[in-house]
């Protein structure tokens, strides 16, 4: 599913080079639930960037369910994104004037999808993860574990071949990040890809797979 070999991404500053990332190689195969834990600048979140084709490496390859996606132009990456990548930030990134509905239907309305379909189709993955009866409330009327679960929703209406999480349960206690992981554990289960960017060993345990990144380098899988 997703295939990386010698990745390295360079930040350059006033005082020199700054290595994000130094030679990553990484395999995530098709169904599996993987975790990346790292603490602050140890190249998680370059990473996890790169995965979602937000930003591009200096060097090295990235296939993404068999495409090269390094070698593809702006346009296409785009695509890529809205396509395959299925996003979850630790900030939510919800429109506060947008109902919880109207907020999983964007996507679908940027890739053309009918407005009786996208209806159709966010109404469902809200209900899946147990937000039936708030539909039509705006972000501000919802608690941030709920608001959190109406990002997962958003995030699987085009059925993406993997799903990003990036510190989902960061703003959120612990009862309210203990039921979101639940709902990654059963996107799994119903046979999702997923790659977990976290600081907390209690968060990655969720996974199958644990990979540490430390000063830009992966240090175990």
Do not use: W
């Not at 195969?29 to 200096?58: Q, V």
């Not at 506060?96 to 189709?121: H, Q």
């Not at 206690?173 to 046979?191: K, N, Y």
């Amino acid at each position: 599913m997703l295939d990386i070999s010698h990745l390295t991404k360079t930040y350059h500053t006033k005082s020199g080079e700054i290595y994000a990332l130094s030679d990553i190689n990484l395999h995530v195969s098709r169904g599996e639930f993987l975790a990346i834990i790292g603490t602050s600048g140890s190249g998680k979140s370059t990473l996890m960037n790169i995965l979602g084709c937000l930003d591009r490496p200096d060097t090295g390859r990235y296939l993404l369910d068999g495409h090269d996606v390094l070698s593809l132009p702006a346009r296409h990456l785009a695509e890529i994104r809205n396509r395959h990548i299925g996003f979850i930030f630790q900030g939510f990134n919800l429109l506060d004037k947008m109902s919880a509905l109207e907020n999983v239907e964007l996507p679908l309305a940027f890739a053309g999808i009918s407005k009786r379909e996208r209806r159709e189709v966010a109404t469902s993955a809200l209900c899946r993860v147990g937000l039936s009866e708030r539909l039509r409330h705006k972000p501000s009327e919802l608690s941030g574990g709920q608001q959190q679960r109406v990002a997962i929703a958003r995030a699987i209406t085009q059925k993406p071949s993997v799903i990003l999480a990036d510190e989902p349960t960061g703003n959120l206690d612990r009862e309210s990040g203990a039921q979101i992981l639940e709902i990654l554990s059963g996107l799994h289960a119903s046979g999702a890809t997923i790659v977990l960017i976290t600081h907390d060993p209690d968060v990655a345990k969720k996974a199958d797979r644990i990979v540490e990144i430390s000063d830009g380098k992966i240090k175990s899988t």
